[in-house]
């Protein structure tokens, strides 16, 4: 018996090592190619490769008017093209870019952020749903209408940590964490890749913004970052880190400077630490203009300086400053940069091109036909409805208020935001010409006019705008409401309101809203609040007063039938917030993982020359990790395999889980981890790991974590990833805030 087994485990090697091999050799294959279209290039097409425009399509930047733009696609000297979507508009640019000398396929890129047709929830609230399954379809179903479109690489995700909610693109990341933020970078980058680049319902990922535009001064978009060395590798980096190990494409650098070196043109973000530690082999893009913008930023010169700054750092492609373009064949000529860093950068991106097949058929993707059924998929519209729902937060839910029956006689739908189309689709949605989104988009009002029975009635009144002072709507609102036997009231933000440049220093909610609100809550009626926005907003009166409430971001296409979903039962809410809310802007940035300070304040109340304010909590309003369900869960039975451990051992941690409520649902179990004593001060909290998991009513399981040491590692004085020896508080909870179970364990040396 033991003979037959060796005999199998060799043949099972001997076609492991072949198929190792074949690996080699393919990999070599492309890398020999790309060397020899390299060796064909004279330096204008070498730098043409580098060089990106815009086609026609919404711009995020100023945009120079090219009316040569297909003269130069014939001359070989435009590598990519950014906004050109459509699989006919794809294939016409394909077609001029074939009739250029080396017949050097374009690369279509694209903002595909949160769904390409079908729209999903905006990334922040996705990532509230703390649900990598579903945050991995989603980007999934997204590349797979976006390549049917000629698309082969979405700018996205964005995996900038972002802890000021003043930021308006705090609504395309994952919020606060560096954990979360990893696992969904991860998720992403797998969601938009597939199984492979070179599928034809793969597009390139891109981890953007490198690195640490998330920490923009103020929250001021644009804006300086200035941070330790410790904070960048333990907060801002992990993520980026992880969208490299999950096999992403390409990076984006970013618009800010990082201690006054702009991101474009620094190179210990983009040579020393992605090209070098972390040995990155995919091409690094700018962001749009950025190689240019380092003139204002009063970093280089002229254009000329700023093309020499980008190319050394490691930037590869120029979105858009036609630096590249205008300066680098003559940087080369006159020995300033070396031909090697345009090889170099040339390379990585016909590296990708050879990956994506596009050698083989330049017009893979561009098949109007595929286009058409893929677009029209009606399961994608589905699965946009579930995410949707896992993504709606429910923040206050008193005696139950929640779920509302579908047998209630009148419900008054009240407020700006009820019949809106457009709005569902958040800042970054992609708004193609031919569709109809007012026959596409699932309104709130149709979403729960869809779900109600058909003896109930549904009212409605606007009441206010989204913003100004007008109270002229009032009266009818609160007539409305007198009848109803519950009110629902949606307001928010406008979708354009979150974004990028949109940063706000007042994040309350905008206008005569909460006065609506309050005017409605007057009424005595059971009154449920629908938020909508693409940031944590500032509520307080609401939190204080109104029974129940449920922050639904930008859902997306499906968003009416998801909202319906939750507020009706059909689905039990059970997403976590993935950032803290503040409770006024003077105490951002807030957030979980905090240290404790030399004089840390125990409550509110305390005031005695500790670190707090003397006009506010310290705590935020609603806390990283927190969100509720229409069921309870009881966390019990905590065990550690053992209380000391080895650093080349782990500590398996089990505990069970109820479900002790009348609702089957979702729970998120968090781990945190407190390292008592570091040679760097360790926060009070760091989550290290979760699970989701599904329970019936009544039901009761086990789950298990390890703890290794890994995750008792942090960056050193050295910037050395270490695990110090010395105790550990573990902690379980449903959030960040409500701790329910806590052991100590040690880490001996
Ligand atoms: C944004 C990027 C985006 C690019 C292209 C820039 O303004 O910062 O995130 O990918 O525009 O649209």
Not at 221 to 237: C, G, I, T
Not at 355 to 370: C, K
Not at 538 to 550: L, Q, R
Request: proline content about 4%.
């Amino acid at each position: 018996m033991k003979k037959i087994g060796s005999i199998i485990r060799l043949i099972c090697l001997f076609f492991l090592s072949m198929q190792t091999n074949l690996l080699n050799a393919q990999t070599k294959t492309i890398a020999q190619k790309v060397d020899s279209v390299l060796q064909l290039m004279t330096i204008e097409e070498k730098v043409g490769q580098l060089n990106q425009y815009n086609d026609d399509w919404t711009a995020t930047g100023p945009v120079t008017k090219d009316n040569d733009k297909a003269k130069q696609v014939k001359e070989g000297t435009v590598g990519s093209l950014l906004n050109c979507m459509g699989a006919e508009r794809t294939r016409n640019w394909q077609n001029v870019a074939m009739q250029s000398r080396l017949k050097i396929p374009l690369l279509f890129g694209q903002d595909v952020i949160h769904g390409y047709k079908t729209t999903f929830p905006i990334p922040l609230a996705e990532a509230a749903s703390w649900d990598m399954d579903a945050i991995q379809l989603a980007a999934r179903i997204a590349a797979t209408e976006a390549a049917a479109s000629g698309i082969h690489w979405t700018f996205a995700p964005m995996v900038d940590i972002a802890r000021d909610p003043r930021w308006g693109r705090v609504m395309e990341g994952a919020g606060e964490d560096p954990y979360l933020g990893s696992m969904i970078a991860t998720a992403r980058v797998k969601g938009f890749q597939g199984n492979k680049l070179g599928d034809l319902d793969a597009v390139m990922a891109c981890a953007k913004h490198f690195a640490a535009y998330g920490a923009a001064i103020g929250g001021r978009d644009y804006n300086s970052v200035d941070m330790s060395d410790r904070l960048l590798w333990e907060v801002y980096l992990p993520p980026f880190k992880a969208a490299v190990d999950a096999g992403a494409a390409t990076f984006m650098n970013s618009f800010n400077d990082l201690n006054g070196v702009p991101a474009t043109g620094n190179a210990y973000l983009q040579r020393t630490i992605l090209k070098g530690k972390w040995n990155y082999s995919g091409f690094v893009v700018s962001d749009w203009g950025s190689i240019g913008e380092m003139i204002n930023h009063g970093n280089v010169k002229n254009s000329y300086e700023a093309a020499l700054s980008a190319i050394t750092a490691g930037s590869d492609m120029d979105m858009e400053s036609r630096s590249y373009k205008n300066n680098l064949a003559q940087l080369v000529k006159e020995n300033k940069v070396p031909i090697a860093f345009v090889d170099d950068a040339v390379k990585r991106i016909l590296q990708k091109k050879f990956e994506l097949g596009l050698f083989d058929d330049p017009f893979r993707f561009s098949n109007v036909q595929r286009e058409n059924k893929v677009l029209n998929d009606p399961e994608h519209l589905k699965i946009a409805r579930q995410v949707a729902a896992k993504s709606i937060v429910l923040l206050k839910n008193q005696n139950h208020l929640l779920p509302i029956s579908k047998n209630t006689k009148t419900i008054a739908f009240i407020g700006p935001l009820v019949k809106e189309v457009k709005q569902n689709m958040g800042f970054w949605s992609i708004e193609l010409p031919d569709v109809d989104y007012s026959k596409f988009i699932v309104t709130q009002w149709q979403g729960v006019q869809n779900k109600i029975s058909k003896n109930s009635h549904l009212l409605y009144a606007k009441g206010c705008d989204i913003e100004g002072n007008n109270k002229n709507g009032f009266a009818e609102a609160v007539e409305t409401a007198k009848k109803a036997d519950v009110v629902i009231i949606s307001v928010g933000e406008r979708r354009d309101m979150s974004g990028e440049a949109k940063s706000r220093s007042n994040i309350h909610l905008p206008g005569v809203q909460e006065e609506l609100i309050k005017a409605i809550q007057a009424t005595g009626k059971p009154v449920v609040v629908l938020i909508n926005a693409g940031r944590p907003l500032i509520f307080n009166w609401t939190a204080d007063h109104v029974p129940a409430i449920v922050y639904s971001w930008w859902l997306g296409t499906a968003a009416g039938d998801a909202i319906a979903d939750v507020l009706f039962g059909d689905y039990n809410p059970s997403a976590k917030l993935p950032i803290s809310f503040p409770r006024e802007e003077g105490q951002i940035p807030v957030y979980y993982s905090h240290f404790n300070t030399g004089r840390p304040a125990h409550n509110d109340s305390d005031l005695n020359y500790v670190s707090a304010y003397t006009d506010l909590s310290n705590s935020p309003r609603y806390a990283f990790g927190y969100g509720l369900s229409y069921s309870n869960f009881k966390y019990s039975n905590l065990q550690l395999s053992k209380s000391k451990m080895r650093s080349d051992e782990t500590i398996e941690v089990s505990l069970q889980i109820s479900n002790i409520g009348n609702y089957a649902g979702e729970e998120t179990v968090q781990l945190y981890l407190r390292d008592r004593v570091g040679s760097i001060v360790r926060p009070v909290k760091e989550l290290k790991d979760f699970k989701k998991l599904f329970l019936n009513a009544g039901e009761t399981k086990t789950i298990r974590f390890m703890i290794d040491q890994q995750k008792l590692s942090f960056y050193n004085q050295q910037l050395q990833w270490v695990a110090e020896p010395g105790d550990f508080d573990l902690m379980i909870g449903s959030s960040s805030d409500d701790i329910r179970l806590k052991e100590s364990f040690e880490l001996l040396n």
